[in-house]
Nanobody, 119 residues
């Protein structure tokens, strides 16, 4: 059983920073792309950033220059460093990963962590 567990969300003032973590656990052979998505109330879930197994990254235009995604393959963990946060960044942030547990690549989601940015 593979699980993605996020941590690091919380309440922060505008202009502040937060670091999210997402650890994959269970029977894992390989992890390909890992990413962060977010969903604000009344809006669709959107991609924030993702990183491939080769550590190539891409970001939503709205977070470029403010957020940095990284991963530690020795810990099966992906991070999202968020700086210069705006109230518009308020959302539930979800971790996502393509994982090979045994023989079939499967896409997994974490349970989400709330990020609230106050003005």
């Amino acid at each position: 059983q593979v699980q993605l567990v996020e941590s690091g969300g919380g309440l922060v003032q505008a202009g502040g920073s937060l670091r999210l973590s997402c650890a994959a656990s269970g029977s894992i052979r390989k992890i390909n792309t890992m990413g962060w998505y977010r969903q604000a109330p009344g809006k669709q879930r959107e991609l924030v950033a993702r990183i491939t197994s080769g550590h190539n990254t891409n970001y939503a235009d709205s977070v470029k220059g403010r957020f940095t995604i990284s991963r530690d393959d020795t810990k099966n963990t992906v991070y999202l460093q968020m700086s210069s946060l705006y109230p518009e960044d308020t959302a539930v942030y979800y971790c996502n990963a393509d994982i090979l547990p045994l023989s079939v690549w499967t896409n997994y989601w974490g349970q989400g962590t709330q990020v609230t940015v106050s003005s």
